[in-house]
């Protein structure tokens, strides 16, 4: 499974991104999917995750209301919809995928895609 990941960028705190993965390689329509980032000097983190069907969605508290994850039509895509940033939402972000459960996706998914840069400035 090849994970492809685009959409980063510099905004204004307050602004909106939107991250996109396309995964190819592989039907990935029934795995879960996540997001990662990691921020400089920080460890890595989960962001959001997304069931296969896309009915069930899990995100950190620090995004809860203001990110929002799904599924495109065809379920090999996953979007990041990213409102209101703030400068601590800077980081690498990472999209990542699991054919277990959506609870595994979000600590240790078995395949990752490259990292695409969000800077949020103050």
Do not use: H
């Not at 905004?11 to 029934?30: E, I, K, M």
């Not at 009915?55 to 996953?78: E, H, I, P």
Request: aromatic fraction near 10%; include cysteine.
């Amino acid at each position: 499974v090849q994970l492809q990941a685009s959409g980063g960028g510099l905004v204004q705190a307050g602004g909106s991104l939107r991250l996109s993965c396309a995964a190819s390689g592989r039907t990935v329509g029934n795995y879960a999917m996540a997001w990662f980032r990691r921020a400089p000097g920080k460890e890595r983190e989960f962001v959001a995750a997304i069931s296969w069907g896309g009915a069930t969605t899990y995100y950190a508290d620090s995004v809860k209301g203001r990110f929002t994850m799904s599924r495109g039509n065809t379920k090999n895509t996953v979007y990041l919809q990213m409102n209101s940033l703030e400068p601590e939402d800077t980081a690498v972000y990472y999209c990542a995928a699991d054919s277990s459960s959506i609870t595994s996706t979000t600590r240790s998914p078995r395949y990752w895609g490259q990292g695409t840069q969000v800077t949020v400035s103050s």
